[in-house]
C-alpha cells in the first residue's frame, strides 16, 4: 500500500522556466510534508517542509504548496537551473507514520532541466 | 546545516561475512536516527527507528536479527548486516533527526552500497 505517490517519473524542462513536481497522499493523519533532493550514490538532501497548517512554504527558488482536502502536494522550483537536475522526493510523517517523527517516502521524480 | 556522515560508503564482500555500518551526527545530537534501504528505481524503505539508549524499532517484514541495531551514544547509531548473502545487497541509507519540540527534518548520510558476492 503505497501511502505516498509520485505519479510521474520523470519530467524535463527547460533553463529558466518553472519546474512542478506533484505528489499525492492517502493517509489523512499525515501532518508534516518535506521534499529531499537526491543525486546519484548520495543521500537525499532536504530542501523545504510544510505542516499541515499552513498551505504554502516559500524558501528562495522553491516553494510548496499544500491541498489538504485534495491529498496534494507540489513543489515548484522558478527558475529552474540546470544543477537541479536529480532525483526528487516526497515524504510524509506525523501522527500517520506510528510517530512524529518517521517519515513515508514516495517514488520519486526524475528532473532534468535542460539547456 | 545539519550533517550527517555514513561510513564506509561501499562494502563487497563474500556471502556469509557479517558488515557494520556507521552513522554518525557531526554537529547535531540525534536522539533518533533511522536506517532505510533503497531498491534500484524505489523509493527508500524504512527498516527500523534507532532510539539512543534503548531497543530500536523494526518495521513489518525487517528481520531483527539479521539487521542488529545500536545506538550507543546521541552520536552514533551502527547497522549490523549479520551473515549477509546476495539477497542482501542494495544501498543501505541512515538518517538522523535533531530533538527539540515540534517537526524537525530528517538528515540523510550518503549511503552505504553493499554488494554480496
Known amino acids: 500500500d503505497q501511502q505516498v505517490k509520485q505519479n510521474s517519473p520523470s519530467l524535463s524542462v527547460q533553463e529558466g522556466r518553472i519546474s512542478i513536481l506533484n505528489c499525492d497522499y492517502t493517509n489523512s493523519m499525515f501532518d508534516y510534508f518535506l521534499w529531499y533532493k537526491k543525486y546519484p550514490a548520495e543521500g537525499p538532501t532536504f530542501l523545504i517542509s510544510i505542516s499541515s497548517i499552513k498551505d504554502k512554504n516559500e524558501d528562495g527558488r522553491f516553494t510548496v504548496f499544500l491541498n489538504k482536502s485534495a491529498k496534494h502536494l507540489s513543489l515548484h522550483i522558478v527558475p529552474s537551473q540546470p544543477g537541479d537536475s536529480a532525483v526528487y522526493f516526497c515524504?510524509?510523517?506525523?501522527?500517520?507514520?506510528?510517530?512524529?517523527?518517521?517519515?513515508?517516502f514516495g517514488t520519486g521524480t526524475r528532473l532534468q532541466v535542460t539547456l | 546545516g545539519a550533517v550527517v556522515s555514513q561510513h564506509p560508503s561501499r562494502v563487497i564482500c563474500k556471502s556469509g561475512t557479517s558488515v557494520k555500518i556507521e552513522c554518525r551526527s557531526l554537529?547535531?545530537?540525534?536522539?533518533?536516527m533511522f536506517w532505510y534501504r533503497q531498491f534500484p528505481k524505489q523509493s527508500l524503505m524504512l527498516m527500523a527507528t534507532?532510539?539512543?539508549?534503548?531497543?530500536?524499532?523494526?518495521e513489518q517484514g525487517v528481520e531483527k536479527d539479521k539487521f542488529l541495531i545500536n545506538h550507543a551514544s546521541l552520536t552514533l547509531s551502527t547497522l549490523t548486516v549479520t551473515s549477509a548473502h546476495p539477497e542482501d545487497s542494495s544501498f543501505y541509507i541512515c538518517s538522523a533527526r535533531e530533538g527539540g519540540p515540534g517537526n524537525q527534518p530528517q538528515h540523510f548520510g550518503d549511503g552505504t552500497r553493499l554488494s554480496i558476492l
Open positions: 554537529d547535531f545530537q540525534a536522539t533518533t
Open positions: 515524504a510524509a510523517g506525523g501522527r500517520g507514520g506510528g510517530t512524529a517523527s518517521k517519515l513515508t
Open positions: 534507532s532510539n539512543e539508549g534503548s531497543k530500536a524499532t523494526y
